[in-house]
């Protein structure tokens, strides 16, 4: 079974400051991982995903993930915050293998940005 | 960009109606997803389908009911909608691994029920 961790539901970081939001995975078999990003009144939009090739994985708008095995993390990072970055994000696990696309998300991460 | 509508945006309707929430995809997905989140929460997972005339329940367990008949075509109905089912509901759709496993999602349907 796989599950997906979010640590901190609310992240406030101050425009022009550095962006973590945090991921940690379980899965039974090696994972597919994604974060999406949710603004209001609005559906998911891809940010970026894993599926096994480079660890290091660059989405849009400038935000990027390190998937790290040892860690079972996949944290989103971005380096300077704009304050078009408010938004609701969710990472998201999906086993590989066996046709299984379903994807499984985390609780999210609120992400509101200081002027 | 991915290709997938949902209609209606915005619903609010009376208990006891019917409604059916339409999402059409144009990208040629076989799998296609409806997910269910409530207001600052998670999504879950109620229904998917990995093809015509297959549809499953998803991991959340909801009174919808899905059909599949068109490989575009992927509505969900409510036969009587109640107060509990307000919520928002994202429809969904994937190429499969030959696309790296993406789920694309339309940009979700609002429902109140009064």
């Known amino acids: 079974a796989q599950s997906v961790t979010q640590l901190g539901s609310h992240v406030s970081v101050s425009e022009g400051a550095l962006v973590l939001l945090r991921c940690n995975y379980s899965?039974?078999?090696?994972?597919?991982l994604f974060w999406y990003v949710q603004y209001p009144n609005q559906g998911l939009q891809l940010l970026l995903k894993?599926?096994?090739?480079?660890?290091l994985v660059k989405g849009i708008n400038g935000f990027e993930a390190e998937f790290k095995k040892s860690e079972t993390s996949f944290h989103l990072t971005k380096p300077s915050a704009h304050m078009s970055d408010a938004a609701e994000y969710f990472c998201?696990?999906?086993?590989?293998?066996?046709?299984?696309?379903?994807?499984?998300f985390g609780t999210g991460t609120r992400l509101t940005i200081i002027p | 960009e991915a290709d997938i509508y949902q209609t209606p945006r915005y619903l609010v309707i009376g208990t006891g109606k019917k409604i059916t929430l339409e999402c059409s995809q144009t990208m040629g997905h076989d799998k296609m997803y409806w997910y269910q989140q409530d207001p600052g929460m998670e999504l879950h997972l109620i229904h998917y389908?990995?093809?015509?005339?297959?549809?499953e329940k998803g991991d959340l367990s909801s009174e919808s009911t899905v059909s599949r008949i068109r490989t575009e075509h992927f509505p969900l109905t409510l036969e009587s909608a109640r107060p509990s089912h307000t919520s928002q509901y994202l429809c969904a759709s994937s190429g499969g691994q030959a696309f790296g496993n993406t789920i694309y999602f339309g940009e979700g349907s609002w429902l109140t029920v009064v």
């Open positions: 389908s990995y093809g015509v005339n297959s549809t």
């Open positions: 894993y599926t096994s090739a480079a660890t």
């Open positions: 899965s039974s078999v090696p994972p597919y």
């Open positions: 998201a696990v999906s086993e590989t293998g066996f046709g299984n696309e379903k994807l499984t």
